[in-house]
């Protein structure tokens, strides 16, 4: 298997540091709102990395933190007249929510900043005294450029980034900082009422790049196999983090660097965002669209590449997965009825064939396009088996095994995905469905085909075959 490795800016063999284990962080979300898709690309790419680990027969120790104090949390706190904790309780409550219904599997462990004030306290002081840090008037900044490889994941210049920084950083700052490019670790409280802990700088609260450096290693270990976020994180977040983790350990802090690509919306292909006001939260298209559909949409691009959400790619999607559907409802019904079964050779060979193209495909770093590809090449064979006068059952069996554990790797639940129709009040049909097989015993083609036109209308097709008639929702 091979990972692209945005620190070495190469494809690279994967070999985890302990055989059949895996560590994996990713960063998770700042709970002031609500996610957007574009935080739930992120979600939901690792979500199906971890998943083929895990087909592969990877135990993965997954962690993904919670955010519940920066800036943007004090601010949103403060514009609603709540405390943060009660504001990070709601979006936390809230995250988990969507996360649950677009299926992605709980982390192993999600750790709060908040819960870990005592460990990145303990954290800063190593970094002070091992001279990568130093206290300015309460607040706490690492050195930069104490950091030999500073800018190796981003591949940064930090001699512009520090020209950069000495043009933005306010005059106030600039006096505390002895280089513009130094970053926080502690920030002094600012007003009596913002929130803050003790330290022995005095009360305050930690910087956003600490607290991922100590969760991360707090939960996974000094060094991890994977490290993953979007890609707006390598510079600075990621690369802070390298900084504040090796200086503190002394280690390599991780073996390989993950970015996911960003949503785009428009023709122009603008970047999603909260910043440019052009998101759509998850938590208000759950209540347009249903879930599976958003799920494998987001799924079924590779990670690193970009997504462009438009109602026309969310349509593409559905009519892919429904096409995924049918078969899968075809093959039940198939193997219901007590027709002969009839060894097909060829029908088995191609699952065998479409299982290699499929690992080939996830082991060239999770290309999940390929994969997906392999398996919809292989629904008309499916098809072609069921409408068979005597289908090979027992290779039906195994496509239905196979579907199911490959469609599962992207979030689909095949379960409900096969009986959502369900839910519906299907008596109607069944009755149009019984008044079209009596106008066919009675040879009266065009009532059949008027009911059928009908059948249509309502969202229904209508399959005649050798085992009966059978019908699908759009």
């Known amino acids: 298997m091979k990972i692209y490795n945005t620190l070495t800016k190469t494809k690279e063999e994967f070999k985890p540091i302990t055989p059949d284990n895996i560590t994996m962080y990713v960063c998770g979300p700042t709970v002031y709102n609500y996610i957007h898709i574009g935080n739930a690309r992120s979600v939901i790419a690792f979500d199906t990395i971890r998943r083929y680990l895990e087909f592969k027969g990877f135990k993965v120790n997954y962690v993904s933190n919670f955010t519940d104090v920066d800036d943007k949390m004090i601010a949103e706190a403060q514009a609603e007249h709540v405390t943060v904790p009660d504001l990070a309780e709601r979006y936390i409550k809230a995250y988990r929510e969507d996360i649950e219904t677009l299926n992605v599997e709980p982390a192993t462990t999600n750790p709060r900043a908040t819960h870990e004030i005592s460990a990145i306290i303990k954290f800063i002081q190593k970094l002070i005294a091992k001279g990568y840090a130093y206290e300015s008037d309460g607040d706490v900044y690492y050195h930069t450029k104490k950091f030999k490889n500073y800018g190796q994941l981003s591949s940064q210049n930090v001699a512009e980034l520090e020209e950069g920084a000495s043009e933005h950083i306010n005059v106030e700052e600039q006096k505390r900082k002895e280089d513009p490019i130094d970053f926080a670790l502690w920030k002094r409280q600012k007003e009596p009422d913002e929130i803050a ?25 000094d060094t991890i196999d994977i490290h993953g976020g979007g890609q707006d994180l390598e510079f600075p977040h990621h690369e802070n983090e390298i900084a504040q983790s090796e200086a503190a350990t002394g280690k390599k802090f991780v073996h390989y660097w993950m970015h996911n690509g960003f949503v785009t919306v428009g023709t122009s292909q603008e970047k999603m965002s909260k910043s440019l006001h052009n998101f759509v939260t998850v938590h208000d298209l759950l209540q ?44 039940a019904y198939r193997l219901k009825d007590n027709s002969e079964s009839q060894t097909s050779i060829d029908l088995t060979a191609a699952i065998k064939k479409t299982e290699q193209k499929f690992i080939s495909a996830m082991d060239d770093d999770f290309n999940v396009q390929n994969a997906l590809s392999a398996i919809y090449d292989l629904l008309p064979k499916i098809n072609d088996n069921v409408n068979a006068k005597n289908s090979d059952k027992n290779a039906l069996k195994q496509v239905q095994k196979n579907l199911t554990k490959w469609l599962a790797i992207f979030g689909i ?36 085909d008027a ?24």
Request: glycine fraction near 4%; include cysteine.
């Open 197 to 221: 802990w003790d330290s022995p700088w005095g009360k305050g609260r930690p910087g956003w790049h600490i607290e991922c450096s100590v969760m991360a290693t707090k939960y996974l270990g």
């Open 288 to 331: 347009k669209i249903d879930p599976q559909v958003l799920r494998f949409f987001m799924a079924s691009v590779q990670y690193r590449r970009q997504i462009n959400y438009s109602s026309d790619n969310l349509k593409q999607a559905q009519v892919i997965l429904q096409r995924f559907k049918n078969t899968l409802i075809n093959v």
């Open 413 to 448: 639940d095949t379960e409900k995905l096969t009986t959502s129709d369900k839910q519906n009040d299907d008596s109607q049909v069944e009755k149009l469905i019984q008044e079209r097989e009596e106008a066919r015993k009675n040879k009266d083609w065009a009532k059949s």
């Open 451 to 474: 009911l059928r036109a009908e059948l249509k209308q309502m969202g229904v097709i209508v399959e005649d075959t050798p085992q009966g008639t059978r019908w699908l929702r759009e």
